[in-house]
């Protein structure tokens, strides 16, 4: 059974800085590469980075390039997600999910878990 569990939200001033964690199971990143997805309060759910180890991939929106950094502990099944210079704009309840190995932005079904808050304040 597929399940991804985000983690390591918060609410923290502008320009600081907080580290995501996916802890994934049920499949390993051989099998399916991980996506970081947020959803903002009136707003749809966008994908802001993915990772997939086994094309040595990585993506970024542009609105979180040079900010963001994703990375993965294979060993651990586990990726994560290193938010810098966060913005008021970055408040969102952040997910991630299987992407394909090929294209790591594109979602693999519908497997989102709960999903962790991040509160940005001005």
């Known amino acids: 059974d597929v399940q991804l569990q985000a983690s390591g939200g918060g609410l923290v001033q502008a320009g600081g800085s907080l580290r995501l964690s996916c802890a994934a199971s049920g499949f390993t990143f051989d099998d399916y590469a991980v996506g970081w997805f947020r959803q903002a309060p009136g707003k749809e759910r966008e994908v802001i980075s993915c990772?997939?180890?086994?094309?040595?991939?990585?993506h970024y929106a542009d609105s979180v390039k040079g900010r963001f950094t994703i990375s993965s502990d294979n060993a651990k099944n586990t990726v994560f997600l290193q938010m810098n210079s966060l913005k008021p704009e970055d408040t969102a309840i952040y997910y991630c999910?299987?992407?394909?190995?090929?294209?790591?932005?594109?979602?693999?079904?519908?497997?989102w878990g709960q999903g962790t808050q991040v509160t940005v304040s001005s």
């Open positions: 999910a299987p992407t394909r190995l090929s294209s790591c932005a594109e979602l693999v079904g519908a497997h």
């Open positions: 990772i997939s180890s086994s094309y040595g991939m990585t």
